[in-house]
């Protein structure tokens, strides 16, 4: 690690943007966190804490908040950008060229249709001079707010820029590993919302341990089949941004999608689980999207079809199961062939 930290802008004033920003200026790293809401904003600086999506944090006294965009990026280097998917494109569009040449980093969990775009295809369309990454890995805002031992990934083909988000996050409390999948990675955070709402549901309905981690292993093989699919490598999927956020996603009630399908498996419609919340849950969006996309590209995914049936078709959640259940018993792992035309590096030797 540097001694000297560059500047970095976090956008976003919501759980995550507020944990990532609390956690860079813990670290030293003179850090702006901007926000489009001046209430909430004038709140945060007067009692040091983001009581609507982070309550019980205290703010570092060294982060500075803002709701002024072109004085949060004047200075910055690197841009974390926490804006849900939704809105993501909309807010790069406001603010135009003030981006170029910055390092920006997406830790958005989502996916844009139409397109099938990923955030950073999206920063790479709206800001074509700009050095991207993402992050991305088993990382609930509260328990990275709190302190709590984590790892996360960066990835990107730029390995300076990568290391320069290992330099300004890692800390005593974080571990920052590298990547060279950015597809696979933002894939992974992406698609395991969906199967977080079908943990949910299924602990709700007070499903077996035997189950749950059938569910969790077969989310797996699915979204790996997917990735593999669209050009991923499978290997992503072993590690943190993958099977890693699977298992924390798929098993924490601290978890919004794992909420919003706990709620589901209680009898809520979807609009009530929804509200209930309060905040963004990715995997409903992603379930709508993906199963199309699996449609078009005729890749099998049994999991995401029987969730859009049930939340989406109104089918009864029986007549799922059992098709489920019934389907034809297939490989446990199928990507032999492809370990078997990939040897290993040197370094993975
Ligand atoms: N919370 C987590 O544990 C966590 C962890 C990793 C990644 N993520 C990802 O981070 C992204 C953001 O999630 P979050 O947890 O911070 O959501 P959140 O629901 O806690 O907050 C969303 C924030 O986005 C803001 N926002 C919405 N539309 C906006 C717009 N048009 N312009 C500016 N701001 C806007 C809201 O005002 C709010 O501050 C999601 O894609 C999520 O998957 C979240
Ligand atoms: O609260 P969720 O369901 O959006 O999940 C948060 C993070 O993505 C967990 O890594």
Redesign the pocket.
């Known amino acids: 690690m540097t001694d000297h930290k560059v500047p970095v802008t976090v956008?976003?004033?919501?759980?995550?943007?507020?944990?990532l920003a609390n956690l860079l200026a813990s670290n030293s790293v003179p850090t702006t966190l901007?926000?489009?809401?001046e209430e909430?904003a004038s709140e945060m600086r007067e009692q040091r804490e983001n009581t609507?999506?982070?309550p019980g944090i205290k703010l570092d006294p060294q982060l500075t908040v803002t709701t002024d965009m072109a004085s949060a990026l004047s200075a910055a280097e690197l841009v974390f950008?926490?804006?849900?998917?939704?809105?993501?494109r909309?807010?790069l569009q406001?603010i135009g060229p003030g981006l170029a040449g910055k390092g920006l980093i997406s830790?958005?969990?989502?996916i844009e249709q139409p397109g099938f775009l990923m955030?950073s295809q999206i920063v790479e369309q709206e800001v074509p001079e700009a050095r991207v990454a993402v992050?991305?890995?088993p990382?609930?805002?509260?328990?990275?707010a709190a302190g709590a031992l984590t790892a996360t990934v960066v990835a990107s083909d730029d390995e300076a820029l990568s290391a320069q988000v290992q330099d300004v996050l890692g800390c005593q409390s974080l571990r920052v590993y590298a990547s060279q999948d950015r597809y696979g990675v933002e894939l992974g955070?992406?698609l395991k919302?969906v199967y977080a709402i079908i943990s949910g549901m299924a602990a709700a309905m007070g499903v077996g341990e035997n189950t749950k981690s059938m569910l969790i292993t077969r989310a797996l093989a699915e979204m790996t089949r997917f990735a593999v699919h669209m050009g991923a490598n499978p290997l992503t999927f072993l590690g943190l941004a993958g099977v890693g956020d699977l298992i924390v996603t798929c098993t924490s009630p601290?978890?919004?999608?794992y909420q919003v399908g706990h709620a589901l498996g209680k009898g809520l419609t979807l609009e009530e689980s929804i509200a209930r919340?309060?905040?963004?849950?990715?995997g409903v969006n992603t379930l709508k999207v993906l199963r199309q996309k699996s449609l078009e590209e005729g890749v099998y995914m049994p999991l995401v079809a029987g969730l859009h049936a049930i939340i989406f078709e109104q089918q009864p959640l029986a007549d799922v199961i059992g098709r489920l259940m019934s389907a034809e018993q297939k490989h446990d792992v199928e990507f032999s062939a492809f370990m078997a035309s990939t040897p290993l590096t040197k370094e993975q030797k």
């Open positions: 956008l976003g004033g919501g759980s995550f943007g507020t944990t901007w926000l489009r809401n909430q609507r999506y982070l950008l926490a804006i849900p998917s939704g809105a993501f909309s807010v406001q830790t958005t969990k989502g955030m992050l991305s890995g990382n609930l805002a509260r328990e990275m955070g992406a919302n601290m978890s919004r999608n919340l309060g905040q963004v849950a990715e």
